[in-house]
Nanobody, 123 residues
Framework: QVQLVESGGGLVQAGGSLRLSCAAS????????MGWFRQAPGKEREFVAA????????NYLESVKGRFTISRDNAKNTVCLQMNSLKPEDTAVYYC????????????????WGQGTQVTVSS
């Protein structure tokens, strides 16, 4: 079992930045693709970004491309999401997830999930 704990959420004004972190513990982190998802009130959970185990491939939700960057440090068992130029529509609970199978972006493909961290962007 992999335990995931997110941190770094908060309240920020539009145009600002936040850096989310996800710390993994428990079973080996090795081989897992890491992803970030988000869920806004009244909406379904949506894929935001993913990065493969090696860090060689990543993928992003179209609306966050050029603003968000996903990265990982396998030595520290952490994955981060740098969010710049934030917009009110980025407001959501952000979840870290771990899964196997390459560059995956469907929620059902991820086996392990964190509890989420709230990101609120004010206009």
């Amino acid at each position: 079992q992999v335990q995931l704990v997110e941190s770094g959420g908060g309240l920020v004004q539009a145009g600002g930045s936040l850096r989310l972190s996800c710390a993994a513990s428990g079973r080996t982190f090795s081989g897992y693709t890491m992803g970030w998802f988000r869920q806004a009130p009244g909406k379904e959970r949506e894929f935001v970004a993913a990065i493969t185990w090696s860090g060689g491939r990543s993928n992003y939700l179209e609306s966050v491309k050029g603003r968000f960057t996903i990265s990982r440090d396998n030595a520290k068992n952490t994955v981060c999401l740098q969010m710049n130029s934030l917009k009110p529509e980025d407001t959501a609970v952000y979840y870290c997830a771990a899964g196997l199978g390459g560059l995956i972006f469907q929620a059902w493909q991820y086996r392990h999930w964190g509890q989420g961290t709230q990101v609120t962007v004010s206009s």
